[in-house]
């Protein structure tokens, strides 16, 4: 099992920029993928973006330009820096942990791991 514990969310204002982190525990061992998925109200979970053990990366397009996922492997962290926010932006941002990559991260049939999500609202 491996527990995700989302934090960083908050109230920010239109154009503002937030970072979002997410640390990992419990069976972390091996090269693992993290990544982002975000729900905003009355809509389905997307995908946001994704990053493998070694630093590749993977967006969703909505998303390219504005958002930057990174990880310190160390501290068992995923992170999302997020600029120029939108109201659009605002959602609950799950983080995700999967030992493998493949369409179900982008697909909606994503079974791996899920924190508990952060709340972010961005007002105009």
């Known amino acids: 099992q491996v527990q995700l514990v989302e934090s960083g969310g908050g109230l920010v204002q239109a154009g503002d920029s937030l970072r979002l982190s997410c640390a990992a525990s419990g069976r972390t061992a091996g090269p693992y993928y993290m990544g982002w998925f975000r729900q905003g109200l009355g809509k389905e979970r997307e995908f946001v973006a994704a990053?493998?053990?070694?630093?590749?990366?993977f967006y969703a397009n909505s998303v390219k330009g504005r958002f930057t996922i990174s990880r310190d492997n160390a501290k068992n962290t995923v992170f999302l820096q997020i600029i120029s926010l939108k109201p659009e932006d605002t959602a609950v941002y799950y983080c995700?942990?999967?030992?493998?990559?493949?369409?179900?991260?982008?697909?909606?049939?994503?079974?791996?791991?899920w924190g508990q999500g952060t709340q972010v609202t961005v007002s105009s």
């Open positions: 995700a942990a999967s030992f493998t990559y493949d369409s179900r991260w982008s697909s909606g049939a994503f079974n791996g791991y």
């Open positions: 990053i493998s053990w070694s630093g590749t990366d």
